[in-house]
């Protein structure tokens, strides 16, 4: 079930039924909450991605807390059977389902860690059924501007164009080591962290019936994906968090400036602050990462997580004495 690159790392699986009847596949490592003390993270990815491939987040996560690693429907540990993408309140339900499993499990609400697509449905989550994560951080969640809001159309053309694009991307590779290559030989992708295009090799590609290796996200449900991501409400649900603390999850919002010459994903790091602007959320920018963060800088990210996770209470601690 874990792919064998990540086959040593101590991951315990588990499958949690979802109301559709689908079974999800949850990857958990690092010490429960009643050894620990510290909540649980949810660790989720973006479109066309594997949450394995970030190890850099969850090995460094995982030393003191427990690491709970979720893919989406139609993506690595959860790709099989999928061949229609997913509606996006469905993946949502999702995302509301572990979280209130894992909060009964603990006897707490977790915390949650979210790059790209996967902190937009935690959003919808929220919206749908409350609060549900003690705090949370983004990495670049691609929030389409909704109404009039400025850059509206532009952005949602642009997610037209990513989705009809992706129908067209190659899926079979000889080798992992060649789609590894890609991500090594490419400019846009130079500041990525020296095995991370062999983790994501192994997160993201499965064998092909005919051999070699596939994607585990065919172009065509990655492009649903793209097409599907929908803001309905969630501007507001943002401007009614700043006025109502608690009412969401406390985030904080991560974000990168592209380095220079580098003019991939320019919208997912400007949206960003926008967004983290509109709901009083932390935010944090760091300069010369992509939207590939999760794979750049991942010590970092990882540090500033955990210290963000545990921030009220170290606080209190230091209150009570």
Not at 116 to 130: C, N
């Amino acid at each position: 079930m874990i792919p064998e690159a990540f086959a040593d790392a101590g991951f315990t699986v588990e499958r949690l039924g979802m109301d559709d009847g689908f079974a999800l596949t949850l990857a958990r490592i690092g010490p429960r909450f009643a050894e620990s003390g510290r909540r649980p993270v949810i660790l989720g990815h973006g479109v066309g991605f594997a949450t394995l491939a970030c190890r850099g987040l969850w090995q460094t996560l995982s030393r003191d807390r427990e690491v709970v690693a979720v893919d989406l429907r139609g993506h690595g540990l959860n790709a099989a059977g999928i061949e229609v993408t997913p509606p996006q309140a469905r993946l949502a339900a999702d995302q509301a389902a572990i979280a209130r499993h894992l909060a009964t499990e603990a006897g707490t609400p977790p915390d949650a860690l979210f790059h790209s697509y996967s902190g937009v449905l935690s959003l919808h989550a929220e919206q749908a059924e409350g609060r549900l994560y003690h705090r949370r951080v983004f990495m670049e969640p691609p929030l389409i501007p909704a109404g009039d809001m400025e850059g509206a159309t532009e952005a949602a053309a642009g997610r037209d164009f990513l989705a009809e694009r992706v129908k067209r991307r190659k899926d079979r590779f000889a080798s992992r080591a060649d789609f590894a290559r890609i991500f090594r030989e490419r400019p846009e992708f130079a500041w990525m962290e020296p095995g991370a295009p062999d983790d994501l090799a192994a997160a993201v590609l499965v064998p092909a019936e005919d051999g070699g290796f596939r994607l585990a996200c065919p172009p065509v449900v990655e492009s649903g994906f793209y097409a599907g991501n929908t803001p309905e409400g969630l501007w507001e649900l943002l401007a009614r968090a700043k006025r109502q603390p608690g009412l969401i999850a406390p985030s904080l919002m991560i974000a990168g400036r592209r380095p220079e010459g580098i003019a991939a994903d320019p919208f997912t790091a400007a949206i960003a602050s926008v967004a983290a602007r509109a709901a009083g959320f932390d935010l944090l920018q760091l300069a010369d990462i992509t939207h590939m963060l999760p794979m750049e800088r991942s010590g970092f990210i990882a540090a500033a997580a955990a210290a963000f996770f545990d921030e009220p209470a170290t606080r209190e601690a230091s209150v009570g004495g």
